[in-house]
Nanobody, 118 residues
Framework: VQLQASGGGTVRAGGSLRLSCAPS????????MGWFRQAQGKERHIVAS????????FYTRSVRGRFTISRDNAKNTVYLQMNSLKSEDSAIYYC????????????WGHGTLVTVSS
């Protein structure tokens, strides 16, 4: 299943963006899902993940209190609401299936670029 991330853009520090992730075909309504990001020249890391029911989120420490992950299984969509954005949040954001909250197990689809200007 190809997952398409969208909603990225350029925003000033302190601003907000909401990312969306949906499959181009198929469904992931019962899968745990995660958002990852990769800054230029750096490795890809987990940002947040959520269980299949949408009731148990996980956040990496650097985004806790600023980002919120959610999902709408009826729409096969996972969201990442990003508030109080910082320049260090600038990266390409990807979504994929995960296990154990932080381990990516799905294929990588197209990411969406987030640029935060100071």
């Amino acid at each position: 299943v190809q997952l398409q991330a969208s909603g990225g853009g350029t925003v000033r520090a302190g601003g907000s963006l909401r990312l969306s992730c949906a499959p181009s075909g198929g469904t992931f309504s019962t899968d745990d899902m995660g958002w990852f990001r990769q800054a230029q020249g750096k490795e890809r890391h987990i940002v947040a993940s959520i269980d299949g029911s949408g009731t148990r989120p996980f956040y990496t420490r650097s985004v806790r209190g600023r980002f919120t992950i959610s999902r709408d299984n009826a729409k096969n969509t996972v969201y990442l609401q990003m508030n109080s954005l910082k320049s260090e949040d600038s990266a390409i954001y990807y979504c994929t299936r995960v296990r154990d909250w932080v381990v990516p197990i799905g294929s990588w689809g197209h990411g969406t670029l987030v640029t935060v200007s100071s």
